[in-house]
């Protein structure tokens, strides 16, 4: 492929829990003690299998209303600290706004995995989970 | 946005390394000896700022020769295993076929970046580079 070609990707699943906009989120999965629901979309349950209640899994994030156009971010908005490179830090403002939690494992029940952990607002896409390494 | 609008990412970078194939890769970035070249494309090479040699950094791959159309795999193609929903896994093979590896930081020059731990081939665009946590 080209160097410059767009890659589509598409949600296969999305985030319900009670943190309601980018203000409410705790800055990463360890600070967060914040419950929610994955509900992965029914054409993908299939994919779940093998899940287990109690494991950590990785989930990737698409943080769809962060800014894609910043290169450098004062962290956690901290003007002391001097500008970073969005690259060295962990804001959501970045090119590809892909996060990456990981999530306790609190409960599994047909296409909903209930997770502990949760760093990200209602309603946010979700792209991937994994296994932890 | 609605459940299923696709979502465009463009590569910030690619790899390159001695790795020619997904066949010679190593599982994943904690079984690897590998080193390779980050190519941070200039448009985003202000983003790099305040990247250090010695660091650990999660850079996230797009892998584009890998399937999306599967949702249960053999576990490293061992069938003793069994059939696993991909979504327990670390496959390459997934929906949306984004890798998370850990690199360490060997050494920094302009717009590239020497990391060890490679387990993607060359030529593999680049999404991301974030902060290890």
New interface residues.
């Given amino acids: 492929?080209a160097?410059?070609?767009?890659?589509?990707?598409?949600?296969?699943g999305?985030i319900h829990c009670q943190l309601q906009t980018a203000g409410d989120t705790p800055k990463?999965?360890?600070e967060s003690e914040q419950t929610g629901t994955l509900e992965?979309?029914p054409e993908?349950q299939?994919?779940?299998?093998?899940?287990?209640v109690g494991q950590t899994?990785?989930a990737?994030f698409?943080l769809?209303e962060a800014r894609r156009d910043l290169?450098?971010v004062y962290p956690r908005g901290d003007k002391s600290r001097g500008?970073?490179?969005?690259?060295?830090?962990?804001s959501p403002m970045?090119?590809?706004p892909?996060a990456?939690s990981e999530l306790k494992v609190l409960g599994i029940e047909g296409n909903m995995i209930e997770v502990f952990g949760v760093d990200v607002f209602d309603g946010t896409?979700l792209?991937?989970?994994?296994?932890k390494?």
């Fill in positions: 492929m160097n410059d070609t767009p890659i589509n990707i598409t949600p296969i999305l990463n999965f360890t992965v979309f993908y299939e994919a779940m299998a093998g899940l287990k899994l990785v990737l698409w769809h290169l450098k500008l970073q490179g969005i690259f060295s830090t962990r970045r090119p590809n892909i990456i896409p792209l991937d989970i994994k296994k390494i």
